[in-house]
Protein backbone atom coordinates (compact mmCIF):
# COMPACT_ATOMS: atom_id res chain seq x y z
CA UNK A 1 0.00 0.00 0.00
CA UNK A 2 1.06 3.09 -0.71
CA UNK A 3 2.02 5.47 2.37
CA UNK A 4 0.70 9.10 3.14
CA UNK A 5 1.68 11.46 0.54
CA UNK A 6 1.77 15.32 1.08
CA UNK A 7 2.16 17.97 -1.41
CA UNK A 8 3.99 20.07 -1.55
CA UNK A 9 7.01 19.01 0.33
CA UNK A 10 8.31 22.83 0.44
CA UNK A 11 7.07 26.33 0.36
CA UNK A 12 8.19 29.67 0.64
CA UNK A 13 5.27 32.41 1.52
CA UNK A 14 5.18 35.83 2.35
CA UNK A 15 3.50 37.46 5.43
CA UNK A 16 -0.49 38.03 4.52
CA UNK A 17 -0.28 35.63 1.63
CA UNK A 18 -2.80 32.43 2.62
CA UNK A 19 -1.34 28.66 1.68
CA UNK A 20 -2.82 25.92 1.27
CA UNK A 21 -1.21 22.01 1.82
CA UNK A 22 -2.92 18.44 0.50
CA UNK A 23 -2.69 15.22 2.01
CA UNK A 24 -3.93 12.12 0.70
CA UNK A 25 -4.17 9.41 3.13
CA UNK A 26 -3.59 5.61 3.03
CA UNK A 27 -6.12 3.81 0.85
CA UNK A 28 -8.83 2.83 3.13
CA UNK A 29 -8.42 5.32 5.72
CA UNK A 30 -10.72 7.65 6.23
CA UNK A 31 -9.67 9.77 9.42
CA UNK A 32 -6.66 12.33 8.68
CA UNK A 33 -5.25 14.53 11.23
CA UNK A 34 -2.57 17.22 10.85
CA UNK A 35 0.11 18.77 12.95
CA UNK A 36 2.45 21.23 13.52
CA UNK A 37 5.75 20.44 14.23
CA UNK A 38 8.05 23.69 15.67
CA UNK A 39 11.59 23.81 17.53
CA UNK A 40 10.11 26.08 20.39
CA UNK A 41 6.55 24.29 20.60
CA UNK A 42 7.43 20.70 19.34
CA UNK A 43 4.24 18.67 17.83
CA UNK A 44 0.95 20.14 18.19
CA UNK A 45 -2.50 18.51 16.89
CA UNK A 46 -4.33 20.87 14.93
CA UNK A 47 -7.54 19.01 13.67
CA UNK A 48 -9.08 16.09 13.03
CA UNK A 49 -11.41 15.01 9.95
CA UNK A 50 -13.50 11.81 9.34
CA UNK A 51 -16.02 11.11 6.51
CA UNK A 52 -15.91 14.79 5.45
CA UNK A 53 -16.28 16.45 9.06
CA UNK A 54 -14.15 17.67 11.13
CA UNK A 55 -14.21 15.61 14.81
CA UNK A 56 -11.89 17.32 16.53
CA UNK A 57 -10.06 20.47 16.95
CA UNK A 58 -6.43 21.47 18.87
CA UNK A 59 -5.86 25.13 19.87
CA UNK A 60 -5.22 27.03 17.16
CA UNK A 61 -6.34 30.62 15.43
CA UNK A 62 -9.51 30.37 13.35
CA UNK A 63 -6.84 31.49 10.57
CA UNK A 64 -5.83 27.40 10.34
CA UNK A 65 -8.96 25.92 8.75
CA UNK A 66 -9.56 22.23 6.82
CA UNK A 67 -11.59 20.24 4.90
CA UNK A 68 -12.09 16.87 3.95
CA UNK A 69 -13.45 15.17 0.32
CA UNK A 70 -15.43 12.25 -0.39
CA UNK A 71 -12.07 10.33 -1.17
CA UNK A 72 -10.72 10.96 1.74
CA UNK A 73 -8.06 13.44 0.94
CA UNK A 74 -7.82 16.28 2.85
CA UNK A 75 -6.20 19.89 2.36
CA UNK A 76 -5.72 22.46 5.33
CA UNK A 77 -5.36 25.93 4.92
CA UNK A 78 -4.09 29.34 6.67
CA UNK A 79 -4.92 32.94 5.85
CA UNK A 80 -3.01 35.85 6.83
CA UNK A 81 0.12 33.99 7.41
CA UNK A 82 2.48 35.14 10.15
CA UNK A 83 6.28 34.90 10.49
CA UNK A 84 5.52 32.17 13.46
CA UNK A 85 3.29 29.72 11.44
CA UNK A 86 6.67 29.07 9.99
CA UNK A 87 6.87 24.60 10.93
CA UNK A 88 7.05 21.79 9.35
CA UNK A 89 3.29 20.73 9.05
CA UNK A 90 2.11 16.91 9.12
CA UNK A 91 -0.44 15.00 7.73
CA UNK A 92 -1.53 11.60 9.66
CA UNK A 93 -4.10 8.81 7.98
CA UNK A 94 -5.69 6.06 10.53
CA UNK A 95 -9.07 3.86 9.77
CA UNK A 96 -10.70 6.21 12.01
CA UNK A 97 -12.46 2.97 13.52
CA UNK A 98 -14.87 3.95 16.15
CA UNK A 99 -15.29 3.99 19.92
CA UNK A 100 -12.62 1.55 21.79
CA UNK A 101 -8.73 1.22 21.19
CA UNK A 102 -7.50 4.05 19.09
CA UNK A 103 -6.02 3.23 16.32
CA UNK A 104 -2.80 3.81 14.93
CA UNK A 105 -2.00 6.58 13.35
CA UNK A 106 0.68 6.73 10.31
CA UNK A 107 2.36 9.73 9.22
CA UNK A 108 3.28 11.96 5.59
CA UNK A 109 6.64 13.18 5.21
CA UNK A 110 5.12 16.87 5.54
CA UNK A 111 5.72 20.02 4.52
CA UNK A 112 8.03 22.53 4.79
CA UNK A 113 6.30 26.11 5.21
CA UNK A 114 8.55 28.87 5.31
CA UNK A 115 7.19 32.11 6.05
CA UNK A 116 8.91 35.42 4.98
CA UNK B 1 -6.19 17.62 29.95
CA UNK B 2 -3.38 15.15 28.78
CA UNK B 3 0.09 15.27 28.73
CA UNK B 4 3.01 13.39 28.14
CA UNK B 5 6.49 13.89 29.39
CA UNK B 6 9.70 13.11 28.20
CA UNK B 7 13.08 12.39 28.89
CA UNK B 8 15.69 15.58 28.34
CA UNK B 9 18.25 14.87 25.34
CA UNK B 10 20.05 14.82 23.62
CA UNK B 11 21.52 11.55 24.25
CA UNK B 12 24.79 10.07 23.17
CA UNK B 13 25.98 6.86 23.51
CA UNK B 14 28.58 4.22 22.10
CA UNK B 15 27.63 1.86 19.44
CA UNK B 16 26.25 -1.42 21.39
CA UNK B 17 25.34 0.25 24.47
CA UNK B 18 21.80 -0.36 25.94
CA UNK B 19 19.21 2.67 25.70
CA UNK B 20 16.46 3.59 28.22
CA UNK B 21 14.28 7.05 26.88
CA UNK B 22 12.24 7.14 30.18
CA UNK B 23 8.58 8.74 28.76
CA UNK B 24 5.50 9.05 31.59
CA UNK B 25 2.04 10.12 31.22
CA UNK B 26 -1.47 12.06 32.47
CA UNK B 27 -4.61 10.97 31.08
CA UNK B 28 -8.05 10.06 32.07
CA UNK B 29 -9.28 6.79 31.19
CA UNK B 30 -6.95 4.07 29.23
CA UNK B 31 -4.86 5.56 26.31
CA UNK B 32 -3.21 3.64 23.64
CA UNK B 33 0.32 4.79 23.93
CA UNK B 34 3.01 4.79 20.78
CA UNK B 35 6.82 5.82 20.56
CA UNK B 36 7.13 7.21 16.73
CA UNK B 37 10.77 7.84 15.52
CA UNK B 38 11.96 10.84 13.01
CA UNK B 39 15.20 10.66 11.13
CA UNK B 40 16.40 14.11 9.59
CA UNK B 41 14.36 15.49 7.01
CA UNK B 42 11.01 13.02 7.23
CA UNK B 43 8.18 12.70 9.01
CA UNK B 44 7.16 10.44 11.78
CA UNK B 45 7.11 6.46 11.37
CA UNK B 46 5.51 4.14 13.72
CA UNK B 47 8.05 2.52 16.24
CA UNK B 48 6.09 0.75 18.58
CA UNK B 49 2.72 0.55 20.70
CA UNK B 50 0.71 -0.50 23.18
CA UNK B 51 -3.13 -0.39 24.04
CA UNK B 52 -3.73 -1.26 27.38
CA UNK B 53 -2.16 -2.30 31.09
CA UNK B 54 0.90 -4.19 30.66
CA UNK B 55 1.26 -4.68 27.29
CA UNK B 56 4.30 -5.03 25.51
CA UNK B 57 5.04 -3.10 22.16
CA UNK B 58 8.37 -4.41 19.87
CA UNK B 59 9.94 -3.51 16.94
CA UNK B 60 13.33 -3.99 15.71
CA UNK B 61 14.73 -4.48 19.23
CA UNK B 62 13.10 -1.60 21.09
CA UNK B 63 10.36 -2.63 23.56
CA UNK B 64 8.48 -0.57 26.00
CA UNK B 65 5.74 -1.93 28.64
CA UNK B 66 2.47 -0.24 29.46
CA UNK B 67 2.52 0.62 33.37
CA UNK B 68 -0.81 2.26 34.50
CA UNK B 69 0.32 1.57 38.03
CA UNK B 70 3.22 4.38 37.19
CA UNK B 71 1.97 5.90 33.74
CA UNK B 72 5.08 4.78 32.39
CA UNK B 73 6.09 3.79 28.57
CA UNK B 74 9.93 3.79 28.87
CA UNK B 75 11.41 2.69 25.88
CA UNK B 76 14.72 0.55 26.05
CA UNK B 77 17.12 -1.47 23.83
CA UNK B 78 19.75 -3.41 24.77
CA UNK B 79 22.40 -3.01 22.15
CA UNK B 80 22.05 0.20 20.24
CA UNK B 81 23.41 0.83 16.45
CA UNK B 82 24.44 3.89 14.75
CA UNK B 83 21.40 3.79 12.48
CA UNK B 84 19.04 4.17 15.45
CA UNK B 85 20.26 7.85 15.85
CA UNK B 86 16.86 9.40 15.40
CA UNK B 87 14.43 11.77 17.27
CA UNK B 88 12.05 9.86 19.42
CA UNK B 89 8.75 10.82 20.56
CA UNK B 90 6.41 9.73 23.56
CA UNK B 91 2.81 9.88 22.61
CA UNK B 92 -0.95 9.09 23.92
CA UNK B 93 -3.82 9.01 22.19
CA UNK B 94 -6.99 8.79 24.14
CA UNK B 95 -10.01 5.99 23.92
CA UNK B 96 -12.53 6.77 21.98
CA UNK B 97 -13.76 8.32 18.81
CA UNK B 98 -10.78 11.22 18.98
CA UNK B 99 -7.36 11.00 17.04
CA UNK B 100 -5.50 13.06 18.84
CA UNK B 101 -2.38 12.35 19.76
CA UNK B 102 -0.63 13.98 22.81
CA UNK B 103 3.27 13.84 22.12
CA UNK B 104 6.23 14.62 24.73
CA UNK B 105 9.02 16.83 23.28
CA UNK B 106 11.13 14.23 21.85
CA UNK B 107 14.52 12.72 22.53
CA UNK B 108 17.22 13.20 20.09
CA UNK B 109 19.93 10.08 20.30
CA UNK B 110 22.89 10.57 18.45
CA UNK B 111 24.75 6.57 18.59
CA UNK B 112 28.48 7.16 18.31
CA UNK B 113 30.77 4.28 16.38
Known amino acids: KAGVTQTPRYLIKTRGQQVTLSCSPI?????VSWYQQTPGQGLQFLFEYFSETQRNKGNFPGRFSGRQFSNSRSEMNVSTLELGDSALYLC???????????????FGPGTRLTVL | GDSVTQMEGPVTLSEEACLTINCTYTATGYPSLFWYVQYPGEGLQLLLKATKADDKGSNKGFEATYRKETTSFHLEKGSVQVSDSAVYFCALSPSGSARQLTFGSGTQLTVLP
Open chain 1, 27 to 31: SGHRS
Open chain 1, 92 to 106: ASSPGLAGGVADTQY
